[in-house]
């Protein structure tokens, strides 16, 4: 059977909606050529439009928090952010740290024409309208809209400033194209179906943006430590002594999560590949409180076109230093920093957010769940990444502290003169993609992977079922509309499961 007969026999399958199967050339002593399916579920691109549906998913779910969330001071509403360790809400005081820290990193940026995409209940344009020239604001859900909209016309210099629309994060319907300096999107794009969607968004964005603009994206998932914020949150409901029900129980967990996880190489990939995009700054998080929002999340920032104002330095290459090699403490840290010339970077400085999961984690897959216990809250020889922003503050240095490409219990930091314009923070760590993730799909589409190895089975010969089984958002087209298979060989494809 050839490959377009195997595809039409996929397409049979009640899960699937698209099929295309290729022949790639191999050596002899590979076997001789390799067939790859490449399949869209239904769902996931076709007539059932997955991503719509997801997406309207997340806008009944806000919509019905919007509507019915206390009442509270505008800007200070922190209904639905509910810690995963224990399903309470989290701290309203570290609340609020997050809330002005992501203010202040928005701040830096100089905004004047802002466009913040899922502007929520207002907990940042509460902070900024007032002191731009315009503040235009999107969300998903017409509650949040119509709430913030109450709150914006009992101040008339407010109402002056605020624009308020409906609409979702990828429609630029209505937004005037190349005018906004800031674009916003915080805290959001965990709720994006998968990677195409962001990628989809952030194109929209550039487009918004004069030359010279920023797109700030905040509070992104960090694709390489979900195991490690699982497996605490099953550690500390104690219900489980025995490790493999500890790892059962992370795994079983994380396996349904139904939010985006997105690596940092993702945007250094994003931005070798979209010309518009000059800078790509990858950050840790800022403040002093250790939660789920420090641990596992990070701050973004896109440059558009050329930066407005003064030169700026590419810190990649500049002058480094290791933690627990070149210096050990603190101390010798502050003379270095001090006395050298800046750009100045240290690297494998261990992360005092993540130590205790991170240990945990390990001693629970070595088998000792009592260490694991004790290591999730005890002393570790780490670095607090707030203490080492006061450090910089007393030298008399800017400082960037961006996560380390090498392990995600590490992070890097850049000292600066207070001055100096820097770009090249975060060093890729160059992983292939894809970058993204969102683990439930995945768990699904390695479901239907196992399912349509099987049904072939079934029906074809052994030697005539595909080696590979990938499965897609979507099968890549030429402007013809035929299939491009060259976009499938470079694994420029929105894959969500497995081989």
Known sequence: MDPEEIGNLLVQHERVAQALVTTEPGSPTDGGPRRTAYVV???????????????D??????????????????????AGWVSSYDRRPIDPEQMRLWRSTTVERIRALRPRRVLEIGVGNGLLLSQLAAECESYWGTDLSPAAVEDVSRHVERDPALAKRVVLRSQAADS???????HFDTVVVNSVVQLFPDGAYLT???RGALGLLAPGGSLFLGDIRDRRTPEYLHTAVA?????????NAVLRSARKSLSREEELFVHPDYFLALKDSEPEITTAEVWLKRGDYHNELSRHRYDVVLGKGPEPGGETTDVTDCPTVRWGEDLTDTAELRRRVRTETPPLRVTGLPNARLAGEAAAWRAVTEGDVARATRLLDGSHPTVDPHTIEGLATECGRRVRLAPSPEDPELFEAVF????????????TAHTSPPHTEVPAVTRRNEALVQRLRSWLGERLPEHEVPEGITVLEAIPLRADGSPDHSALNRGLTSSRGAR
């Not at 806008?59 to 505008?74: E, H, K, W």
């Not at 630029?172 to 190349?178: D, I, K, S």
């Open 172 to 178: 630029t319907e209505g937004l005037p194209a190349e």
């Open 41 to 55: 579920p239904r769902g996931a691109g076709g007539e059932e439009h997955g991503q719509d549906k997801r997406v």
């Open 235 to 243: 550690l500390r409901r104690g219900t489980a002594t025995d490790a």
């Open 416 to 427: 600066t003169a207070p001055d100096q314009k820097t770009t090249g923070t975060y060093r």
């Open 57 to 78: 998913e997340w806008q009944q779910i806000y919509d019905r928090l919007y509507t019915n969330s206390p009442t509270s001071a505008f800007g200070d509403n922190f």
């Open 200 to 202: 989809e968004v952030i």
